[in-house]
């Protein structure tokens, strides 16, 4: 009976994820933006290799007031257990980002699937039944491997109940992971200069973003060292931090 019901809900999954809801954004079927005419703000974070942000994350958020989303892969939970303890502990959201963060399509031909059904399904439920056996809630989301997916892994993952989403693309925040080492990398000071500066001058603002950065990085500039005085400084110009379920729905 589980399983009919489950299919079931399937085409209403779908139709979240594919049709226009009045104020939202999307990008091949994901969610990319909640309502831009509310000035609220959701922050998550996808963790893979390093956690070495969590802590100050997590303390950040608390004094603050400030829920913080974690999207992890089953390579996360293997390498950092007790920092995943301490997202659940926190009582703030932690979900899925693949087991084996694979690649789902091609960098120059999005449309051009490199997994089949069958690949991105077994590692998926591995990442859930890993997240579920460390006693994490269900999630209603799924933050893709890379930020990179098309419409197919949109409705892959509806098959598995998830609403697949993405950061809102502009502010440039998910840059935070680049080394120095790599002729892209952009000082952490920037990228917080750079996320004010386009929430003042775009039309608008920081409404509605899902505002993406990584729990950790092989970098020595830590994104997470300038995180509070981001925070700060986004309260003060009015923005809410919000759940993503509060952004988006459940």
Known sequence: MRR???????????ALQTQPVPGFQFDHGGIVRGDVTEKQIS????????????????????ERGVPVSFFVTGDFLRLHPDSAKAVLASGNLL?????????????????KSLVTREQFLTDLKKNLDDLKALG??????????????NAEQVEWS?????????????????????PESDPKFTPSKDISAGILKY????????????LLLHAGSM??????????????ALQHRGYEFVTLEKLLGK
């Open 4 to 14: 009919l019901a489950l299919v079931a809900l399937i085409p209403i999954l779908l």
């Open 43 to 62: 922050l998550v974070f996808t963790g893979g290799d390093f956690d070495d942000g969590v802590p100050a994350i997590l303390r950040i958020g608390k």
């Open 95 to 111: 979900g899925p980002h693949s087991d084996k963060h694979l690649l789902y399509c091609d960098w120059a031909n999005r449309e």
């Open 136 to 149: 994490a809630p269900p999630s209603p989301f799924f933050v893709p491997p890379y930020e990179w997916f």
């Open 158 to 178: 509806a098959e598995l109940g998830l609403r697949l989403i993405n950061f809102t693309p502009g502010s440039g925040s998910n840059r935070d992971y680049i």
């Open 199 to 210: 929430e003042s001058t775009a039309e608008y603002g920081l409404n509605g973003f899902i």
């Open 219 to 232: 970098r020595q500039d830590k994104m997470h060292d300038y995180l509070d005085e981001l925070v700060v």
